[in-house]
């Protein structure tokens, strides 16, 4: 019941005029009362939405700290492995992923943390080695097929009403790359392990780096397949005018050891041509320093070098316009070697590798020492021979 309506069966003897007041006075009392219980309910509402939207924002933090969060769990626990051997830490820890994985696997040992391992492979990219113009797979796998249509189908011109004839069928060729295991053993005494202020990844990533990058770049060159990868210098090589599957071409100098004296430079200009039109726009030429040394000083019959350092920071130079790669593994230019290779390397040869780096400690087999035998798996190989040519030193 209202004011106004009390008001007026309390006083049924006031005067018409004397009534309406009343009856004003107490809507407008009445009403204030309402705009205050709203008022309040207004800013209680209010209270409330803005409190819910602190605790939604703290529950979406950036990816960076959750990244941090979920790394740094397995790089203490590793480093104290590493440095202790204690495990409780990898034992325990949960991370997501595949290759994240802590528990020990058959052979022993224990992933590298993603900070160390994405340094080895940093290092390994860096090296003179195939491994920057090759092909390069990840798998889970043994080994790495490569299904290869070594062959054309065949065709012809028909009439609108001729018969259309058989034509030939193209054949295809599996190339199987198996994975190898390529291992280090670097060491380390206990007491330098027990200096906190030695930064024990660094270290351990920089010897395993240097170990498996001078082991893969030897091996993807020279390698004869056996517990290795095969180098594509291992394969069969014919002239390249009778090349044929499954072998590499090359042409020769013309001259035992050396370039031909009279046209030195024909040799380098034959042996961009020899290599298919649709490899040669991504071609590159492989040799190590003291051959580079020799190929620099040849000119043209106009007196030009073939040669030309870049300009631009971090480029390679160029032989006749296409990217010189330094491999120190190439053979020296003596009588008969394959010292110059050309072609489309990441079309020709493929290094198929696993994802993973483990680390075994063994701090019982060189005490005072300790050891650190760390593991990966790699393979590589030709995968397909009309992709690379070979510059043989020989006359003929």
Not at 142 to 149: A, H, I, W
Not at 351 to 376: C, G, N, Q
Request: glycine fraction near 8%.
């Amino acid at each position: 019941m209202t004011t106004a309506e009390m008001t007026s069966r309390s006083g049924e003897d006031l005067s018409p005029a004397q009534e309406v007041k009343t009856a004003v006075a107490g809507f407008v009392a009445d009403f204030k009362g309402f705009r205050d219980e709203m008022s309040n309910r207004m800013k209680q509402q209010e209270h409330r939405m803005t409190m819910l939207d602190r605790k939604t924002s703290a529950g979406h933090r950036p990816a960076l700290a959750t990244q941090a969060d979920q790394e740094a769990p397995h790089q203490k626990a590793f480093n104290a492995y590493l440095r202790s051997g204690d495990d409780d830490g990898l034992r325990g820890l949960q991370l997501e992923g595949k290759a994240m994985n802590s528990s020990v696997a058959a052979d022993g040992g224990y992933l590298v943390d993603p900070q160390t391992s994405t340094a080895v492979q940093g290092v390994l990219r860096s090296a003179a080695s195939l491994r920057q113009i090759a092909n390069v797979v990840t798998v889970e796998a043994t080994s790495y097929d490569v299904l290869v249509d070594t062959s054309d189908i065949g065709s012809g011109w028909v009439t609108e009403t001729g018969s259309v004839a058989e034509t030939g069928t193209s054949t295809m060729d599996r190339i199987s790359i198996p994975l190898f295991e390529l291992a280090a053993l670097p060491k380390a005494s206990q007491r330098l392990l027990d200096d906190s202020a030695f930064d024990i990844e660094g270290w351990l990533a920089e010897r395993i780096a240097d170990k498996f990058a001078r082991s893969e770049a030897a091996a993807f060159v020279s390698g004869d397949g056996t517990d290795k990868p095969t180098g594509f210098l291992t394969h069969p090589t014919v002239a390249d005018a009778t090349w044929a599957w499954d072998s590499l071409g090359y042409i020769a100098t013309g001259s035992d050891g050396g370039f031909d004296l009279n046209d030195p430079s024909d040799a380098i200009v034959d042996l961009v041509y020899a290599l298919g039109a649709r490899y040669r726009a991504n071609a590159s030429f492989v040799m190590n320093s003291k051959t580079a040394g020799a190929v620099r000083k040849l000119k043209d019959a106009e007196g030009r070098f073939l040669w030309a350092d870049s300009l631009a920071a971090g480029e390679p130079a160029r032989l006749m316009g296409y990217p010189v790669l330094l491999c120190e593994d190439m053979p020296d230019i003596a009588s008969g070697s394959l010292s110059v290779a050309f072609g489309d390397f990441h079309a020709g040869y493929t290094i198929a590798e696993r994802p993973d780096l483990r680390v075994l400690r063994d701090p019982f087999s060189a005490k005072p020492h300790v050891l650190f035998y760390a593991t990966k798996r790699v393979g590589g190989d030709v995968t397909d021979f009309a992709a690379i040519k070979l510059l043989k030193f020989g006359a003929s």
